[in-house]
């Protein structure tokens, strides 16, 4: 039996004679993506199940991190990423996918005797439940009709990383929150969250898929931004 330095080389090899098939062959082997929690569990299964029904021959290690900031792509194996903000690593390639749109929620159970929020800064009242990626002691809102931008300190009395836990921690009425929109969909039309100052969203955050610069990209990259470039926007729209 060979050593795994040599197993290695030959799998390395067997890919790359892959690749060299070129664009009109139909991709094979192992592609490698790094996936949000929240996007890769729900709205990105569809599209990568398109993707391997389209090219039977690939399988795909779909790999959930929220922190999708990989210090080395090749030195891990991965092929591509998939990161919802904005991208600080120059050095990738970034192809813009789309927005998610950002919108204020809460709870009915949490607005029981209290005035319900007539403008923005009627928020900085509330408790209050923050994703610490992107918001921590203060958020900043802006008016979708005049554009004007409004700053509003909170409290928060809790906080997360996770959107799943802030959904969660928002439908106990723990506090006011500012989600995707497309999470929070389904809540709002049963009722369970309401809809706050819909005039009033936060930036809209950017989802880019994200590879290393290379002099040459295999066919099963190549293939799989092609189906994500087309089935995302409307995904992360909501």
């Not at 050593?3 to 070129?22: C, H, K, N, T, V």
């Not at 599209?47 to 790999?63: A, Q």
């Not at 792509?73 to 950002?102: N, T």
């Not at 923005?120 to 994703?131: E, K, S, T």
Request: with cysteine; glycine share 8%; aromatic share 8%.
């Amino acid at each position: 039996m060979g050593s795994p330095g040599a197993y290695d080389l030959l799998a390395s090899w067997a890919a790359f004679e892959s690749d060299l098939r070129g664009v009109d062959e139909e991709p094979e082997g192992i592609l490698r993506v790094v996936v949000p929690h929240a996007f890769g569990q729900e709205r990105l299964v569809k599209p990568l199940g398109d993707y391997l029904k389209r090219y039977p021959r690939m399988t795909v290690e779909w790999l959930l991190h929220d922190d999708s900031a990989i210090q080395d792509f090749i030195a891990a194996g991965i092929d591509c990423a998939i990161q919802v903000g904005e991208v600080a690593d120059s050095a990738l390639v970034a192809i813009k996918l789309g927005e998610v749109p950002r919108i204020v929620v809460a709870a009915p159970s949490l607005l029981d005797g209290l005035a319900v929020p007539e403008e923005a800064m009627d928020l900085a009242g509330f408790p209050w439940v923050a994703l610490r990626t992107y918001y921590r002691n203060e958020i900043q809102l802006q008016n979708v009709l005049t554009g004007k931008v409004q700053r509003i300190p909170i409290s928060p009395r809790m906080s997360t990383d996770s959107l799943y836990a802030l959904r969660s921690a928002a439908l106990q009425g723990l506090g006011v929150a500012i989600g995707s929109a497309w999470l929070l969909a389904s809540d709002l039309a049963s009722g369970q969250l309401l809809h706050l100052l819909p005039q009033w969203q936060a930036e809209p955050l950017p989802v880019n898929l994200v590879y290393p610069y290379a002099r040459f990209y295999p066919a099963r990259l190549r293939h799989f931004v092609e189906i994500m470039r087309a089935a995302v926007p409307s995904i992360v729209a909501g």
